[in-house]
């Protein structure tokens, strides 16, 4: 993804404000369109969300690290925190439990309501990109704490 001027300068502010002299991050919005990345984002800023889940094989190795920064979008690719990833694990999908669940922040925080959402989700992508949904596909479950701005930080 290009990185705009509105994403240079919040990595900017964020690098000098933590004395950082690199700049390796990502740049991602949640879910599969703009209302999804709209409606997560802001679970995020609230400080409901605190993990996400992805499928392994969208990383292509180059998943998440601990220690990695990324900066959200909303639905209108307008940057609006930086993260910083605090765990990863790796698993099959109906390996989740129900903390990580509590900790994504969206429905009623079940991990009942968790698999069908993400199955549902998952599933939506595996129809356009041609792969085998099941449960036992392999899952990146990622904890993140929000570093920037600090006004929605931990």
Request: proline share 4%; glycine share 8%; net charge negative.
């Amino acid at each position: 993804m290009t990185r705009s001027p509105l994403i240079s300068a919040m990595w900017a502010a964020y690098r000098g404000h933590a004395g950082l002299a690199h700049d390796d991050f990502d740049v991602f919005g949640f879910g599969d369109s703009p209302a999804m990345a709209t409606e997560l984002i802001e679970l995020v800023v609230e400080g409901r969300k605190r993990a996400t889940a992805s499928l392994l094989r969208w990383y292509e190795g180059e998943y998440p690290v601990v220690g990695g920064f990324s900066i959200v979008l909303d639905g209108d690719e307008v940057p609006r925190c930086i993260i910083l990833t605090t765990e990863i694990r790796i698993g099959p999908l109906s390996s989740v439990d129900d903390r990580f669940a509590w900790d994504e922040g969206e429905g009623d925080g079940s991990r009942d309501y968790w698999l069908a959402a993400h199955r549902e989700f998952f599933h939506r992508a595996a129809a356009k990109e041609n792969f085998r949904m099941h449960d036992a596909i392999e899952t990146v479950f990622e904890r993140f704490e929000v570093v920037w701005p600090l006004d929605i930080a931990d």
